[in-house]
């Protein structure tokens, strides 16, 4: 009887609150799942970003392309134009012709004899 | 009279060793000596020359003649000639800028990601050290004394001893 009365008091005495530990667990569980969280919003701003820079390279790409269509169009007139011009002003007049291929090419002109 | 025809057959058989030999060149050789065009021997060499010509008019040399068209298409297309590698070089250019700029922003991208999952892991590693630290000092604070213990003890041996000698005298008397 009198054992029994001392290993009540001693297991009332004994008895630890684990309460606190049990929060402390749930307290960095929930932080674990915060992060994670965090984490994955991170990668896809990231994945966001990335899409929004490809787009933005397409675009610079394409107006690239476009502004070099332009120039080649307005080149191919220009040069057009100019053998318009040559031929209206020397197409019989091979010396004149000769004397200005001579100046783009480097060639010599040698008049017949 | 034999030794004259042996000779012969001799020298007949030399010569055509001789023409042989001439006749196998070189294949490569051959091949430019095919492409290089024969300029008559009659004509001097003028080097690299144009000649305006009319209708009937005798050349000066042996060439290619060309119609008005088609010198002043090449005339425009060597004045162009500029014009044309300066719209390359710029196209060339402005595309390579814009790799590298989103070359620069992908990685800049990836930079600014890993720092804000390392700044969350810190984060949450801060808590969980502060957590653990938490439970380790209430550990300690709840550890027994054993002061308390002893005279615990102390208290039950003395109860026990009253109550064994009270049940003792009991018996006695």
Redesign the interface.
Known sequence: MLASGAFVVGLLLLRKDRSGLLKQLEEIRTAHEKEIKQINAIREAERLKNEEDLFKLQKRLAEVQKQYDEAKIELDKKKKKEIEDLITQFGDDPVELAERLSAATGFRVILPE | MKKFISILTLLSLLNTTAANAQEKKPSSLAMVEKLVPEVPRTEKD?????????KF?????TGVLLS??A??????????RN??MS?EI??AK??AE??Y??EK??VQ??C??DK??LT??I??NS??IK??E??VN?EIE?K?DPVVWGL?GLA?GV??AA?TASVITAATQ
Request: proline share 5%.
């Open positions: 003028l080097g690299a020359a144009i000649s305006p010509l009319k008019q005798a050349s000066p040399f008005p068209l010198a002043a298409t090449l005339i425009a297309d060597l004045n162009a014009e044309e719209i710029d196209k402005k595309e814009a790799k700029v989103y922003s992908i991208n990836q600014t990601a804000d999952i969350a892991r984060e949450s808590i969980h957590s653990l938490k439970v209430d709840a027994s615990i039950i109860v026990s109550a």
